[in-house]
């Protein structure tokens, strides 16, 4: 089955052949016929399909639901790490992801190791030392580096390490990491997975050796997703595929009207010419994504007042839903960097992060044109 007839497809409910996933809104169920089901913090049907999805969709062994985005990214490196193991992380990625792995983690006793951005440095690192788990965001957050996956893999495979991946900005839809040897692939399903900015939820999938050891953790931590969230992550799945097809044209137009604007100094957009992995982008996606950085003339001030300025596309710290929203990476999504490190990635002050939704595009383009005049 193609994406869209997966992303859409619900198995029927056997007792009352419910077309769509019912909510089982309970905390237990009756024993002894609930030997499968006891406790919903444990196992829950409604989120338990979700999980049979994302491992669908992404083609995994095994998928599990999540309370939020950073609970799998917790969940699973918990899984994987305890002290004396090793971590090979990106300095360019979602700030919580970052912070998690540098000060916890490295406190907990895992050797972390922070690679400064761009592929040629990853991968470097990656072939320099043996690494228990190597994390990393195909598509960093918010300068959108898009990793070189393959040759990623590759080194992991030689050197015994397990490669996790944070698919959120491609989607299953633009990429699936699993393909290119990815051991695990997780989201943050608030994004463009469910799709609407009404839900926080994450998901994980891969290898049912590995996933089945992270299911028992989240049980213990209680990172369990809820079964009604769970439930509106399920309908925003089934529209997936035809929103990713709108949000990709959209902001890939919006992009290049970007990079021509004489108000805006730097465009990030793996589908422009001018991006460093545009060349990697063509071979390890089928779509470049909904999210455009740039960076406007000027500094701070001038970029929270476009970002204030916006009529159509609000500014709020998310991404990845049917509206566009904007933020300021450097005090929202990024603010608890320190200044050298956001330095390091190149998020200045002037840095603008746009998440296209499915709107209009020439009102996208409109809306952008007026916000940027008044700078």
């Known amino acids: 089955m193609k994406d869209s007839t997966k992303a859409a497809k619900e198995d029927i409910e056997d007792s009352t052949k419910a077309i769509t996933t019912p909510i089982y809104q309970t905390v237990a169920f009756m024993f002894p016929e609930g030997e499968k089901f006891r406790y919903?913090?444990?196992a829950n049907p409604t989120t338990l399909e979700l999980g049979k999805k994302i491992a669908e969709l992404e083609g995994a062994e095994m998928g599990i639901a999540f309370s939020s985005g950073m609970g799998a990214i917790t969940t699973t490196l918990f899984t994987l790490l305890t002290p004396g193991k090793s971590l090979l992380v990106t300095m360019d990625m979602f700030g919580r992801s970052l912070r998690f792995c540098k000060d916890f983690l490295a406190n907990w006793g895992v050797k972390v190791t922070i690679s400064k951005p761009g592929?040629?440095?990853?991968?470097?690192?990656?072939?320099?030392?043996?690494?228990?788990?190597?994390?990393?965001?195909?598509?960093?957050?918010?300068?959108?580096?898009?990793?070189?996956?393959?040759?990623?893999?590759?080194?992991?495979?030689?050197?015994?390490?397990?490669l996790v991946v944070d698919s959120t900005f491609a989607t299953p839809i633009n990429q699936k990491p699993i393909e290119f040897g990815a051991d695990i692939?997780?989201?943050?399903?608030?994004?463009?997975?469910?799709?609407?900015?009404?839900?926080?939820?994450?998901?994980?999938?891969?290898?049912?050796?590995?996933?089945?050891?992270?299911?028992?953790?989240?049980?213990?931590?209680?990172?369990?997703?809820?079964?009604?969230?769970?439930?509106?992550?399920?309908?925003?799945?089934?529209?997936?595929?035809?929103r990713m097809d709108v949000i990709n044209r959209n902001a890939e137009q919006i992009a290049e009207f970007l990079e021509d604007h004489p108000k805006?100094?730097?465009?990030?957009?793996?589908?422009?010419?001018?991006?460093p992995d545009y060349e990697i982008a063509r071979k390890v996606l089928k779509g470049f994504g909904g999210v455009v950085s740039f960076?406007?003339?000027?500094?701070?001030?001038?970029?929270?007042?476009?970002?204030?300025?916006?009529?159509?596309?609000?500014?709020?710290?998310?991404?990845g839903g049917v509206n566009s929203l904007i933020s300021h990476p450097p005090t929202m999504s990024h603010r608890t960097l320190?200044?050298?490190?956001?330095?390091?990635?190149?998020?200045?002050?002037?840095?603008?992060?746009?998440?296209?939704?499915?709107?209009?595009?020439?009102?996208?383009i409109e809306d952008l044109d007026q916000a940027l005049s008044k700078i």
């Open 295 to 319: 960076e406007v003339r000027g500094g701070k001030d001038e970029a929270l007042k476009v970002m204030r300025s916006t009529k159509v596309i609000i500014p709020a710290q998310s991404l």
């Open 264 to 275: 805006v100094t730097k465009v990030y957009y793996p589908g422009l010419k001018s991006h």
């Open 40 to 42: 919903s913090r444990e």
């Open 119 to 162: 592929n040629e440095n990853l991968l470097e690192a990656a072939k320099r030392s043996h690494f228990d788990v190597i994390f990393v965001e195909s598509i960093t957050n918010p300068l959108l580096r898009v990793i070189n996956l393959p040759e990623l893999s590759k080194i992991a495979k030689e050197n015994n390490s397990i």
């Open 185 to 242: 692939v997780i989201h943050s399903a608030s994004k463009f997975i469910a799709g609407h900015n009404d839900v926080i939820a994450g998901l994980a999938a891969g290898k049912e050796v590995l996933m089945k050891n992270i299911d028992l953790m989240r049980r213990t931590l209680g990172t369990s997703l809820e079964p009604f969230p769970a439930y509106l992550v399920i309908r925003g799945m089934k529209t997936l595929k035809v």
């Open 338 to 364: 320190s200044l050298e490190e956001r330095k390091i990635i190149g998020i200045n002050d002037s840095l603008l992060r746009l998440s296209v939704g499915i709107e209009d595009v020439e009102d996208l």
